[in-house]
């Protein structure tokens, strides 16, 4: 698992009640923790399979692919379960019958490519500076 920092500042008012002009800030750091390798696996395979039952194809720019992939992988380690990042629509009959967030395309959608696999090394390649 690798952690990456950056930093930022939280604003905070001292207990000893200071007026708000003078309000004190301090550093904070966040870590973005990517998911775990045998995660991203699970779900690199999983992907391939259901793109091979259901007819549908990966995204013709891979990186799009290998982003929604990691981020399967990232809930199924943060939340324990793959939840798809495009549960937020609000139409869920139309969610149940296209894939919004570009992982399975059908043929005759123009972003459809023609794979229906991709190597770990993709998903490290095309996430490598993200």
Do not use: W
Not at 51 to 78: E, M, N
Not at 100 to 122: K, R, V, W, Y
């Amino acid at each position: 698992m690798s952690l990456q920092a950056s930093s930022s500042y939280a604003v905070g008012i001292s207990s000893f009640g200071s007026p708000p002009c003078c309000v004190r800030q301090s550093p904070v750091i966040r870590a973005k923790v990517e998911p775990s390798e045998k995660s991203v696996e699970i779900m690199r395979k999983f992907s391939e399979q259901y793109a091979r039952k259901s007819g549908t194809y990966f995204c013709v720019d891979k990186g799009v692919t290998s982003v929604v992939i990691k981020g399967l992988a990232d809930h199924k380690d943060s939340l324990g379960a793959p939840l798809c990042p495009c549960r937020h629509y609000d139409d869920k009959a139309a969610e149940r019958k296209e894939c919004h967030c570009m992982l399975f395309l059908t043929p005759d959608n123009d972003f459809a490519g023609q794979d229906q696999a991709i190597s770990l090394e993709e998903i490290r390649e095309s996430t490598a500076n993200m």
